[in-house]
C-alpha cells in the first residue's frame, strides 16, 4: 500500500532512501533546513570558486554504481571519476604538503619533510608488516614441531586417547591453545588495522574468510591453515577484483572501460569464501593437507 513518507534533511542517505522508497510506489517528499540539497557533500561557491563543504574522497565506488544499477541507471551516464595528481594539497603559512598519487609519491614527500622518513615508511608499510608475518609463522612452526609442549598438542590434536595413555594433560594442552590463537588473533588484528583500518567488529568481518581457510588447508594441519588463507584471499580478490585499473594499463585510450570490470562485486567476498567451504567441504571434506573431517 502507498504511504505518505517525509523525509527530513537531503543528504545522501535521505535522497538514496527518498529514491528506493519512491521506486517501492510512495509518495515521499523530503525536507532541507539548507537553501540546496546534498547535506555534507553540498558545495559552496563564492567568489567565483566552488568548495566541496565534507567530502573530498570518492570511496567504495561499488555502492555508488550499484545504486545507479537499481534504477537502471550508469553513473557514468552522469559523472566521470578521474583520478587526481596530486590527490590533494594542505597549505599551511610557510609550507604546502602535496599528497600524490602514489606510495612511491607520498614517500617522497614525506623524505622532503623529515630526511629518512619516507624510507622507514615504505620500509614500515612493505616489509615490517610481511616480516613480522612471517617471524610469527616461523615460531609458531617451530614451537609446534621442537618443543615438548608442542608436540604434546600436535600429539593431543592427531589422537586424543592415545595423548591421554601418554600422560599429556588436556587442559593444559587446551589452555596453551587458547593463550597462543589470543596472542596470534590479537597481532593479526593490530596488523590488519594498520593496514586497512580498525573498527570494532573487524573480527566478525573476518570470521568466515578464517574458518574457511582452516577447512581448506586442513583441521588441525597449521600449514593448511596457513596456506588455506592463501587460497581464500587470492580467491576473494581474483573474483572482486575492478579490473579497471589493469585494463587501463594495458589497451589504449580508445579502449578504456567504462565499468569497473569485476567479476563480482565486492559485497560477494563472504560468498566466495563461502562457496569455496562449501565445495571442500562436498569433493575434499579433510582439505587439501587431509586434515580432520569436521
Ligand atoms: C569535512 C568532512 C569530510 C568528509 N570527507 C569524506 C570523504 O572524503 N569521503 C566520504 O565518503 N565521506 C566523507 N565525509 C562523510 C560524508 O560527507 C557523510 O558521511 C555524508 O555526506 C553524510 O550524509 P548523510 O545523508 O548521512 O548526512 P548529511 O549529509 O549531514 O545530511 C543531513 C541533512 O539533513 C539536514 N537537516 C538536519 N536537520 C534538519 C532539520 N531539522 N530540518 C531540515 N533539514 C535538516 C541537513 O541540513 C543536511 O542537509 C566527510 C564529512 C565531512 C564533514
Known amino acids: 500500500m502507498s504511504k505518505n513518507i517525509h523525509i527530513i534533511g537531503s543528504g545522501f542517505s535521505s535522497l538514496s532512501a527518498a529514491c528506493y522508497l519512491a521506486k517501492a510506489g510512495h509518495q515521499v517528499s523530503i525536507y532541507e533546513k539548507n537553501s540546496s540539497v546534498g547535506g555534507r557533500a553540498r558545495q559552496l561557491i563564492k567568489n567565483g570558486f566552488t568548495f566541496d563543504i565534507g567530502p573530498s574522497w570518492y570511496w567504495m565506488p561499488d555502492i555508488f554504481d550499484r545504486f545507479f544499477s537499481d534504477f537502471g541507471k550508469k553513473t557514468s551516464d552522469y559523472y566521470q571519476i578521474d583520478k587526481l595528481d596530486p590527490a590533494y594539497k594542505i597549505f599551511f603559512d610557510d609550507d604546502i604538503i602535496t599528497v600524490g598519487d602514489c606510495m612511491e609519491k607520498i614517500c617522497n614527500e614525506f623524505e622532503r619533510i623529515e630526511k629518512g622518513s619516507g624510507i ?175
Open 120 to 294: 622507514k615508511l615504505n620500509k614500515f608499510i612493505n616489509v615490517k608488516i610481511l616480516k613480522l608475518k612471517l617471524i610469527l609463522v616461523s615460531i609458531l612452526f617451530w614451537f609446534l614441531n621442537k618443543t615438548k609442549t608442542g608436540k604434546s598438542m600436535r600429539a593431543y590434536s592427531d589422537n586424543e586417547d592415545l595423548a591421554l595413555l601418554s600422560g599429556i594433560d588436556p587442559k593444559r594442552v587446551v589452555m596453551i591453545t587458547w593463550i597462543i590463537a589470543g596472542i596470534l588473533a590479537t597481532i593479526g588484528g593490530a596488523l590488519y588495522g594498520l593496514d586497512k583500518s580498525f573498527k570494532p567488529f573487524t573480527y566478525f568481518n573476518n570470521m568466515l574468510p578464517i574458518f574457511a581457510a582452516a577447512i581448506v588447508g586442513g583441521i588441525g594441519n597449521p600449514f593448511g591453515a596457513f596456506l588455506g588463507g592463501y587460497v581464500i584471499a587470492f580467491s576473494e580478490i581474483f573474483l572482486t577484483y575492478a579490473y579497471k585499473k589493469f585494463f587501463m594499463y594495458v589497451l589504449p585510450a580508445s579502449m578504456e572501460p567504462e565499468t569497473l570490470v569485476q567479476l563480482l562485486s565486492t559485497d560477494y567476498k563472504f560468498a566466495v569464501s563461502f562457496s569455496i567451504l562449501v565445495i571442500v567441504l562436498l569433493y575434499r571434506p579433510n582439505g587439501i593437507f587431509k586434515g580432520k573431517v569436521l
